[in-house]
């Protein structure tokens, strides 16, 4: 995990896996039912130098390449989907310093995240703003050299614990970001508890009235903001949930699997059933076939080609669909177990659904998917 390589020796990913299923995946039912995540985990994660997965390393990160992320977020996926969006929104804020923000924001704000002493939340989403993010209320205004912040953004991951927030506003009629610290005075932060799924994801409805920030709390400027800035991170954003659902497919057919091979019925196991091996069969083959667009979604950005953006989309769109139907068919093998809070699949099927809904819901990347068909034939 330390070392940044097109293609992860299989030591160093058995290794990443076994921290990941060690610090997070023997707990993980007990962050979904307790609603939390000890804060030695953060530290334990930053340790480990995933949280400076996309801090470059002369900021004190690790830089990983994009295959490495997406295989971390695979194993993230498959261990816990509520710490999977921790790394998603974390490193998305990472990106955006790292990619668009001032020298000072760098320099400021990069070795802090990468050593997990402040936790970055990424903040678009507002009660009555989702899907049509171009509609964002926030309003900014500029005063005395700085910026005075009012809003309202909602469903923020890690909200509850984050020390620094990426939000997005309109100032003067056009999006931009701005770094936003947590004590800023004005600023409140509401815990949202009892969601379906990514229960342990921290939610927080965020709170900002009046609040004051510097003039350099801006990330890039007016005039060069919201569509390369917030495109570039939403796009990050997909990449990450696309692995993840494929991790999170993968914990749903290990259960199977295993679960079908111990539990008999009518005088065999379930997996000498052939209506079982149907579904494990596609499970197979729709878990595969997700992780070859996620694949090729790699080898795109790696490559830096046209296709990026669209092939993170379209991995994302796939693996989002496949999961929730791979998570109903982990539930039906396990019958009335599989309901009950003694097997994990329960915890799957509650998180599949959210997969399809956050990082651009499912109908946002087919059309996006489809409208980019158009452009280019
Ligand atoms: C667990 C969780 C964590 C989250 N974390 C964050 C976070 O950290 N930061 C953040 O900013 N946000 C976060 N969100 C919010 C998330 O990004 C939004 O829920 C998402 O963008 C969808 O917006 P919405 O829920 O308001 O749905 P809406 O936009 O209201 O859409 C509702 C439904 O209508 C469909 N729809 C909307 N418009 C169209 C259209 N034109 N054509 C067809 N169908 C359409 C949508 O696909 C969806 O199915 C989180 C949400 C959840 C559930």
Request: hydrophobic letters at 45%; aromatic letters at 6%; charged letters at 20%.
């Amino acid at each position: 995990m330390n070392v940044a390589t097109d293609n992860p020796p299989a030591a160093q990913r058995r290794r990443s896996r076994e921290f990941i299923d060690r610090v997070i995946g023997a707990h993980a039912e007990a962050f979904d039912l307790e609603q939390e995540v000890p804060r030695g985990v953060f530290d334990a994660l930053a340790r480990e130098g995933v949280l400076g997965a996309l801090v470059p390393a002369e900021y004190g990160g690790t830089g990983l390449d994009p295959l490495a992320v997406g295989l971390l977020c695979e194993d993230m996926g498959r261990a816990s989907a509520s710490l999977l969006s921790l790394i998603t929104v974390h490193t998305m804020v990472s990106l955006a310093i790292a990619r668009w923000g001032s020298a000072a924001q760098r320099t400021r704000w990069l070795p802090p995240l990468a050593r997990g002493e402040t936790l970055a939340a990424f903040a678009l989403t507002e009660p009555d703003v989702g899907s049509d993010v171009k509609s964002v209320a926030t309003r900014v205004e500029r005063k005395d050299g700085g910026f005075v912040i009012t809003g309202t953004k909602k469903w923020i991951s890690f909200g509850q614990v984050a020390g620094l927030f990426f939000v997005v506003g309109n100032c003067e009629g056009k999006l931009a970001a701005f770094l936003v610290e947590r004590d800023t005075p004005g600023l409140v932060v509401e815990p949202i508890a009892n969601m379906l799924g990514f229960r342990a994801a921290m939610l927080a409805e965020v709170r900002m009235n009046e609040c004051v920030v510097a003039g350099d709390s801006m990330v890039g400027s007016l005039d060069f903001g919201f569509s390369q800035i917030v495109g570039s991170v939403l796009d990050h954003g997909r990449y990450c949930i696309a692995w993840g659902s494929v991790g999170l497919a993968q914990a749903c057919l290990d259960a199977s699997l295993d679960y079908s091979e111990q539990r008999t019925q009518f005088g065999r196991a379930l997996k000498d059933h052939q209506l079982v091996q149907r579904m494990i069969a596609d499970m197979i083959v729709n878990t595969r076939a997700a992780r070859l667009l996620c694949q090729d979604a790699a080898r795109a950005r790696a490559e830096g080609g046209p296709d990026m953006i669209i092939g993170a989309a379209v991995a994302k769109y796939f693996s989002g669909t496949i999961v929730e139907k791979l998570a109903s068919d982990a539930v039906q093998i396990h019958g009335a177990n599989g309901c009950s809070s003694s097997y994990p699949v329960q915890r799957y099927l509650r998180d599949a659904k959210i997969m399809n809904i956050i990082e651009g819901s499912a109908q946002m990347q087919q059309m996006m998917i489809a409208q980019h068909a158009y452009q280019r034939w």
